[in-house]
């Protein structure tokens, strides 16, 4: 159903070794709370044209080294329950560990894509070593080397065959489909009950393949869309245990699983940190944004406070400074359908197709008033724009020399074209092509 793989294994079998190589980068966010930086646990990648989101889930719950802990047990089942394929890594170099037998009997008893990653076979001996993990119960076993990259190759070629492979040209439904994220505890549950309050609009529950998933097909104002995983959302407090390993699974696979994330904060707390990596992700994805701040009844106001909040807001997400604020309270009932309106319009702004010659009467006048600079006595010319058939908008600029456009020069184009096409809430590429 969806493109989520997460990697498990006990410590140091070279997780996070594998992870980096997939992510290119380990990123770093700040840590609200204590301030200082840690890591992220998640990111986007793709193999051959198929996009996925890989989890190191060895960041979550830091167990120790041999013994196997409730937690850890709570985490593998929530990591498998909400991914669609398992990377389980073992270490060639240390052979078989009691504490992968541990590991082992909680996944035996899904029914899921595992694959053994046997890691650090850098040498023969060690590839030749991986075999006595097949004593572990599965059959597909990965000789890589998350360090030189050897291996690896082959084994994204069959995770891959257990994912979808969206081209990137795929229509949508139709009817968007509409996540709300967020932390915990800043009002989803209340959201999504108010609005499924309305009884009278609901068309029909539709059940999702994943465990827990219920869609819900919403009727309201002549527009349709689809809640995701409502389900989720109205059971509360499922587990109380690893919460935010937990919230950041089920953010994820939200985030896949929609056109438009509605991003719920809690507006005593303002926006986190980690709330805008997980706004980085949905732009990569390119999924249509909204973001609530939430509780706006808790804050004290004079006439100077939603312009300063939505100030330091704007600043905080910037670049994405395109993505629409909207300041609520689900207890009073305060622009919570407004909410709903927005998205669907970020929707609609996503459909959007630009005729060309729109988009060159536009653009032309636009970059005559102001041309791309000369590189090193190339004059540079854009001859003509063109929207692609993606499923996010997406607009070629052809050109005598596209490798000399400069970045600023690229956000110029981004920004008038969104000041001349409504765009709001959409994240749009922009490709510079020989012509
Ligand atoms: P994690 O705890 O499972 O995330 O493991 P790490 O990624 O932190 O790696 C643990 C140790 O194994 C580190 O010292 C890595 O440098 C080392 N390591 C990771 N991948 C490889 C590999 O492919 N080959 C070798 N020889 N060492 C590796
Ligand atoms: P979730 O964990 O994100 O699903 O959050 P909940 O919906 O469970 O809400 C957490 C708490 O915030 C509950 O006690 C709600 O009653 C409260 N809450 C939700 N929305 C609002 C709001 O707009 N204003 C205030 N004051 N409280 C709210």
Request: glycine fraction near 6%; hydrophobic fraction near 35%; charged fraction near 25%.
């Amino acid at each position: 159903m969806g493109n989520i793989v997460a990697i498990v294994g006990r410590p140091n079998v070279g997780k996070s070794t594998f992870f980096n190589r997939l992510i290119g980068e380990r990123k770093a966010i700040m840590d609200d709370e204590s301030g200082v930086t840690r890591d992220r646990h998640y990111g986007k990648t793709e193999w051959n044209g198929t996009p996925f989101t890989v989890v190191d889930t060895g960041g979550y719950v830091v167990g120790s080294e041999d013994v196997f802990e409730a937690a850890i047990r709570r985490q593998v089942e929530i990591a498998i329950e909400e991914s669609d394929v398992v990377l389980f890594m073992v270490d060639t170099q240390s052979g078989l560990h009691p504490l992968d037998e541990e590991f082992a009997k909680v996944l035996r008893r899904y029914d899921k894509p595992i694959m053994v990653v046997a890691n650090k076979a850098e040498t023969l001996d060690r590839t030749q070593q991986a075999a006595e993990f097949y004593t572990l119960g599965f059959d597909k076993i990965f000789p890589i080397s998350a360090q030189t990259g050897s291996g690896t190759g082959d084994l994204l070629d069959e995770v891959v065959k257990h994912l979808t492979p969206t081209s990137g040209i795929a229509p949508d439904e139709g009817i968007p489909r509409i996540a709300i994220i967020g932390k915990p505890n800043v009002g989803k549950s209340s959201f999504v009950n108010l609005l499924l309050g309305e009884e009278r609009n609901i068309v029909t529950d539709i059940a999702g393949t994943t465990r827990d998933a219920i869609d819900t097909h919403y009727k309201s104002f002549g527009k349709e869309f689809i809640l995701t995983d409502t389900a989720g959302l109205r059971r509360k407090n499922r587990i109380k245990d690893s919460i935010e390993f937990y919230s950041v699974m089920r953010t994820l696979r939200a985030i896949e699983q929609s056109d438009v994330c509605i991003m719920m904060v809690d507006a005593q707390e303002g926006i986190t940190s980690q709330d805008i990596s997980i706004l980085r992700l949905a732009e990569k994805d390119g999924k249509g944004m909204v973001l609530m701040v939430n509780k706006w009844d808790l804050i004290e106001k004079d006439h100077m406070t939603y312009k300063r909040y939505l100030d330091v807001i704007r600043q905080k997400i910037s670049p994405m400074d395109y993505i629409p604020v909207l300041f609520t309270s689900v207890l009073n009932k305060q622009r919570v359908f407004q909410t709903i309106e927005t998205a669907i319009r970020v929707y609609e702004n996503k459909q959007q197709r630009v005729p060309t010659s729109k988009l060159n009467e536009v653009m032309q006048q636009v970059i005559a008033h102001y041309p791309p600079p000369a590189y090193r006595g190339h004059h540079i010319k854009i001859k003509y724009i063109t929207q692609l058939p993606t499923r996010v908008p997406s607009f070629a600029f052809f050109c005598n020399h596209p490798k000399y456009i400069p970045e600023t020069y690229r956000r110029y184009l981004e920004n008038q074209l969104r000041k001349h096409f409504d765009f709001e809430g959409v994240p749009i590429r922009l490709y510079f092509r020989e012509k």
